[in-house]
Each structure stands twice: as C-alpha cells, then as structure tokens.
C-alpha cells in the first residue's frame, strides 16, 4: 500500500523537506506539489562513481564509505542490489534490496519516494544526478533501522557486515601489526571490504580538514594498495576513496604531486586517478602517520596472514541481557558477573600448519559480539551499550560435566584465560584467538550491570568445535511432606496455636496474615510491606491438607517451620544486611531452597517479585517460594509416569492456575 500524496507531503513538510518520485518514464516524478525535475535514470553504476550526501544531513559518511567499498565487488554489490530491477520492463514503483541482518538475510521493499529539498535529494546520491540505486538503497537501510536519522553517526563495519554477513577486525594503527600493508594486500585480494578514519578529540573537531585534506572523524573507503620502483627505491603505496567525491589528500602521492614523474609511465598510467574524483593516492607511511583507525571486513574469518583458505565452520547464538537477572556486567563486578549468558566451547583439533611455518601449535577461532537493533531504538533514548566479552578455562574437574551455568564461586577463583581487545560502544566487538585444545566458557557482558539489551554471538572455528549455551536444568529438592500427629507438636506451640486461632480452633487467611504481619513487624532488620492478603492465601493452599481454605494445628505447625527455614535463608543471602536482597542474591537464595531455575524462569520472577530498585522483601521472598513449590508439588502429582511431560485439558488447566 502506498503512502497517499498528501500525507506523504504532511510528513516531509514537517522536517523541512519535499519528496519526489522516480517514475517509469525519463521524468523523476514529484508529488503533485512539486516541480518536475527531467533527467535520464540509472540503475547499478558501472563503472562505480562517486557519491555524496548533503551538508544538512545525518553524520552518514560511514554508510556512504560502505556503500563506496560495496560496489568494488559485482557479487557482493548484486547480491545486495539484486539483478532484474530496472525503471522500464515491469516497472511497479518498488525496489528491493537485500541486506544481512543479526544472522539471517532479510528482503527490504521500499516505494520510489525519495526525499528532496530545493530539487535535490536530500541524503545520499551519486555525483551524476540521474543515478539513483544508491539513495533507494540507503532508504532500504534506514527502514530497517528505524529511520534516516537513526543513521547518524557509526562505523564503517557495521555497512560492511549488513552489505556482506562477515566479520570485521579492527587495527590500532598507532599499534598495528609489523605486517599490516601484508595484511592489507590479502584482504584486497580476497574481496575483504576496507575502512579508516582518523579520531577526533572533540565534538568540535568533527569533519575538521586537516592542512593536506584529509577530514578529520569521516570514514574513507581504502580501495587499492601497490608497490611501485621510486627512484631505486620500492615505495609501498595505499588508495583512498573520500566517498563526498571532493577534497583529496594533497600530499605526497596525491593526484598532482612530483612523485609520479619519477614512475615508469606504464605504471603510472595504470594507477594515476581521475582528478577530484574523490579517490587518492598516499605512501603507506603517511597513512600510518595520518590517520588512526583502520577496520577490514572478511568475508570468511581466514586470518590474512595465512595464504590458505580455509573453509570455517559457523555457530551463531542470541541472547539478552535482562535488569536483575542476566546483565551482570563485567568482571569489574564480581557479585554479579556470573549471572550473565554463559557459552561453552569445545576445542579437539588444532589447526593444520601454516603456510609460513612459523604458527603456535593451537586452536584458532574468531569470537564476534553484536548487540542487536540499537540504532532503531535511539528514538526511545538508547543507544550503543559498551560491550565485551571474557574466555575462561574449563578447569579439569569441570570437563565433561553437563552444560551447568557457572556460579559466583568460579568466578572469583579463576582469572580469564582470553578476552575482548577492549569493551567499547560499537554495535559488534571481535577478536581472533589460537588457544590449546580444551574446553572454554565465553561470557558475553555489557561494561556495567543492569543495562539491558539483545544480542548476537558468532563463533567462527577453522576446525570442528562444539558450542553449547550453558543453562541449568529446571528442578527442584522438595522436602517429603511431613505426616505429624498432634501429640509431637511441643505443648508451648499448641497453646499459642489455641490463642491466635479462636474458637474454630483453625486459621483462616486474614487470621493467617494478622499473625504473619504482626510477626514480622517485630523483626526490625527486615524491610517489607506486610504480607498481602493473596501472599497468605498461596501459604493456605500449599499446606491446606482438607480443603476447607483454613490451616489446622498440623497444618499451621509445618508452615511456620518453613517460614522459619525461609527466614533463615533471607538472612544468609542478604549479603549487606540492607534488610532485603537484591535480585541477583535472591537467585543464590532461590538454589539454596532448593530450586533450580533457568535464566529465562529467573528473568519472569524478578519482574513478578522484585522492586523497581531490584530489591526482594522478606514477603516477596516467601510468596516466591511458596509459589514455586507449589506449582513443582502440583506437577509432581501429575507427573504420574515421570517423563518430565503432562498433559490436562482446559478444566485443569483453569482448576491448576486458579487455585495456585
């Protein structure tokens, strides 16, 4: 369905901007408020020429310098842009694209309304006015993120790996790799798409033009890298595209520069560059000096220094990091990192040897953390988390033991054997690594607790590898139902049973709740509301052995145990003694009552029994426990055949939830 003329109007009124459509003539037709503009339409530029985006624009360069380094490769370039798209045969007014989203490769439908101002377009175009697949693709891009102005500000790698599904490393260059141009040269030739940009200091200091040209906090494409013979000397030189398709580096090697005149003119015919087109030369020297920042997307995780390539087996998980209960930050945070997704890696093989001869004996893998969905969700305030992730070594008496989470306790005893080069605020951090055979646990975190988000884990091994995510299984150490006579109930309980339950001689639930609040209003240590009246009525159907909704001596006798026992539990686990727990004490108090939750299970109890400030009262805690054994004795009974499975119909089912 196509979005009517004046409502499409309405829209880009309000941002000051007009829109027009490309039509299946050799007219761009505007909507019928705007003039008509006359050109000729392009589709896929062959050969590939320079784009820019507007000075009123989103800081986009980073997805201009993508969409640059996309069209050195047909293959890639058509697998985004698929074939058979045109403005004549069977023109319907849509396009599509391909893009590679968190795992998968999605289809995105757009119309042919693009956004103009003063009878241009406004956000991406090619330099020739009558091209238009690169804008139709940049509004593919901005759907799937929500927005144009999502758009705002990135790296370079996050346009290679939609573009592409591989995996992106970055270099320091100020401590890069002896190798680097090595490095540089193979990814070229293996298709690898290229990126760099120098940091800026200060806001101030974005999109500044150094005195050679070069812009300061922009993303450039690197598009070519040659060795050539100057004056007896062998000069390793690299190719830059500045995707605005102007300001050039104008050092040595630069289009007009003198060096070229001491070239073989064969040679420098082959490399010399159109002039301000927005592609340069520079020695590899003065890219190291000059700029700070280099990425390189891999289509395949093959290490460049390796001249083999290797065929690398895959593995991809998601997962979330929750307030409360599975974003507990990094290792900074002891108390609270193990409660974060936890992953085990089995490594048997290690790698075949290298071509140089000179590779550790090892197992090597590619680790790549990606948070999900987080430039669509800047509108609601949030924005790229600092993420990162740690490697731990499964110790020997560990090995082979079923996929159990790993507790606080290992945590604090064992350093990490590996991790992330750095946390750091960008949507995906990865790392290569050669490590023994053995098996090994990767917790992905964000920097600081309690910060929420989804993300991606993707493990690339060159040989066989297990992964599993590790969770515990659900199960529960209940207590055998006492069966007690009256007669061994010590005589002081019973006559304090005579006085609170009246003449019926049974306690009824706001009895029940009178006592338990009056009760727990002594304990001056323990922060809580009171129990509510649904709190006690769970209490009453646990233990209720007759029916009646009423607790008798027996009845009542065994509750106040276990109220006791819970309370005993609450104190040990309120490691601060701030007269609650916090969420993450409460899991370690939930396991030491003997249940054994999964993450997702502790997910929905600290949202039913937690406080906005994640904090558990001494209430909320025994209403939790009650509940959970509850609904474990109600499953046990039904579970007649011990399978782990039941199976009831709609009355049950009603009869189950209401009761419980």
């Known amino acids: 369905?196509?979005?009517?003329?004046?409502?499409?109007?309405?829209?880009?009124?309000?941002?000051?901007?007009?829109?027009?459509?490309?039509?299946?003539?050799?007219?761009?037709?505007?909507?019928?408020?705007?003039?008509?503009?006359?050109?000729?339409?392009?589709?896929?530029?062959?050969?590939?020429?320079?784009?820019?985006?507007?000075?009123?624009?989103?800081?986009?360069?980073?997805l201009l310098a993508a969409i640059a380094s996309l069209t050195l490769n047909d293959t890639l370039l058509h697998r985004v842009v698929p074939h058979g798209q045109s403005f004549q045969n069977g023109y319907a007014g849509i396009f599509h694209f391909q893009l590679w989203q968190f795992g998968e490769w999605?289809?995105?439908?757009?119309?042919?309304?693009?956004?103009?101002?003063?009878?241009?377009?406004?956000?991406?175009?090619?330099?020739?006015?009558?091209?238009?697949?690169?804008?139709?693709?940049?509004?593919?891009?901005?759907?799937?993120?929500?927005?144009?102005?999502?758009?705002?500000?990135?790296?370079?790698?996050?346009?290679?790996?939609?573009?592409?599904?591989?995996?992106?490393?970055?270099?320091?260059?100020?401590?890069?790799p002896s190798d680097l141009y090595q490095?540089?040269?193979?990814?070229?030739?293996?298709?690898?798409?290229?990126?760099?940009?120098?940091?800026?200091?200060?806001?101030?200091?974005?999109?500044?033009?150094?005195?050679?040209?070069?812009?300061?906090?922009?993303?450039?494409?690197?598009?070519?890298?040659?060795?050539?013979?100057?004056?007896?000397?062998?000069?390793?030189?690299i190719r830059m595209r500045n995707p605005w398709g102007e300001v050039e580096w104008t050092g040595a090697w630069s289009d007009s520069s003198s060096e070229w005149n001491n070239v073989d003119p064969y040679e420098r015919d082959q490399l010399r560059v159109k002039m301000e087109d927005g592609e340069f030369w520079m020695s590899f020297r003065d890219f190291m000096r000059e700029f700070t920042r280099l990425e390189i997307c891999n289509l395949?995780?093959?290490?460049?220094?390796?001249?083999?390539?290797?065929?690398?087996?895959?593995?991809?998980?998601?997962?979330?990091?929750?307030?409360?209960?599975?974003?507990?930050?990094?290792?900074?945070?002891?108390?609270?990192?193990?409660?974060?997704?936890?992953?085990?890696?089995?490594?048997d093989e290690t790698d075949d040897p290298d071509d140089y001869g000179d590779r550790e004996s090892g197992c090597s893998f590619v680790l790549a953390l990606m948070q999900k969905h987080r430039r669509r969700e800047r509108r609601f305030g949030r924005d790229m988390e600092t993420i990162g992730f740690a490697v731990y070594e499964v110790p020997p008496e560990l090995v082979g033991q079923p996929a159990v989470h790993l507790k606080r306790d290992f945590f604090l005893a064992n350093a990490s054997r590996a991790r992330s080069e750095q946390f750091i605020n960008l949507r995906e951090v990865s790392t290569r690594f050669r490590l023994p055979p053995g098996e090994y646990v990767v917790v992905p975190s964000t920097f600081e607790p309690n910060k929420e988000g989804d993300f991606v884990l993707r493990f690339f091994s060159e040989k066989s590898a297990g992964t599993v995510e590790l969770?515990?299984?659900?199960?529960?150490?209940?207590?055998?139902?006492?069966?007690?006579?009256?007669?061994?109930?010590?005589?002081?309980?019973?006559a304090l049973f005579r006085q609170l339950a009246g003449e019926d001689m049974e306690i009824s639930v706001k009895e029940?709740?009178?006592?338990?609040?009056?009760?727990?209003?002594?304990?001056?240590?323990?922060?809580?509301?009171?129990?509510?009246?649904?709190?006690?009525?769970?209490?009453?159907?646990?233990?209720?052995?007759?029916?009646?909704?009423?607790?008798?001596?027996?009845?009542?006798?065994?509750?106040?145990?276990?109220?006791?026992?819970?309370?005993?539990?609450?104190?040990?686990?309120?490691?601060?003694?701030?007269?609650?727990?916090?969420?993450?004490?409460?899991?370690?108090?939930?396991?030491?009552?003997?249940?054994?939750?999964?993450?997702?299970?502790?997910?929905?109890?600290?949202?039913?029994?937690?406080?906005?400030?994640?904090?558990?009262?001494?209430?909320?805690?025994?209403?939790c426990l009650v509940r959970l054994e509850t609904m474990f004795r109600f499953f046990k009974t039904l579970d007649t055949d011990l399978d782990g499975v039941v199976t009831f119909d709609l009355f049950k089912w009603l009869q189950l939830t209401m009761f419980a």
């Open 1 to 62: 369905m196509r979005m009517p003329s004046s409502t499409w109007a309405r829209i880009m009124s309000s941002c000051g901007c007009d829109a027009c459509r490309v039509g299946p003539s050799s007219v761009m037709r505007p909507s019928p408020r705007y003039p008509r503009a006359w050109v000729t339409r392009t589709w896929v530029p062959i050969p590939p020429r320079p784009m820019a985006s507007s000075g009123s624009v989103p800081r986009n360069c980073w």
């Open 106 to 176: 999605v289809d995105v439908v757009v119309d042919d309304l693009l956004p103009i101002k003063d009878g241009k377009l406004v956000f991406v175009h090619s330099a020739e006015g009558n091209e238009f697949w690169s804008a139709l693709l940049e509004k593919a891009y901005a759907k799937v993120n929500g927005s144009y102005e999502a758009l705002s500000g990135g790296s370079t790698s996050e346009g290679f790996e939609d573009f592409t599904g591989g995996v992106t490393e970055w270099y320091e260059l100020r401590k890069a």
């Open 183 to 237: 490095i540089i040269l193979k990814a070229l030739e293996r298709g690898s798409l290229l990126g760099c940009s120098i940091d800026i200091s200060s806001v101030l200091d974005m999109e500044a033009i150094t005195f050679k040209k070069l812009v300061k906090g922009h993303a450039y494409s690197v598009t070519g890298a040659k060795q050539v013979n100057y004056r007896g000397q062998v000069v390793s030189l």
């Open 300 to 347: 395949t995780p093959d290490a460049l220094k390796s001249r083999t390539i290797r065929k690398w087996n895959t593995t991809l998980y998601e997962g979330t990091w929750r307030r409360g209960s599975t974003a507990g930050g990094c290792r900074n945070y002891p108390a609270t990192f193990w409660v974060n997704p936890q992953f085990k890696i089995r490594l």
């Open 471 to 494: 969770d515990d299984q659900i199960q529960a150490n209940l207590p055998d139902e006492q069966v007690l006579s009256e007669e061994e109930i010590d005589e002081n309980f019973k």
């Open 512 to 623: 029940l709740r009178t006592i338990l609040n009056r009760i727990i209003s002594k304990h001056k240590d323990l922060r809580t509301k009171g129990f509510s009246l649904e709190s006690c009525r769970s209490m009453v159907n646990l233990m209720d052995r007759d029916g009646n909704g009423k607790l008798g001596l027996v009845e009542f006798n065994i509750l106040w145990n276990r109220i006791r026992n819970y309370l005993s539990i609450f104190r040990k686990f309120d490691l601060d003694k701030s007269g609650s727990m916090s969420a993450y004490e409460m899991r370690m108090a939930i396991e030491s009552a003997g249940f054994k939750l999964n993450k997702k299970l502790y997910e929905l109890i600290i949202t039913r029994y937690s406080e906005p400030d994640l904090a558990v009262d001494f209430d909320n805690f025994v209403c």
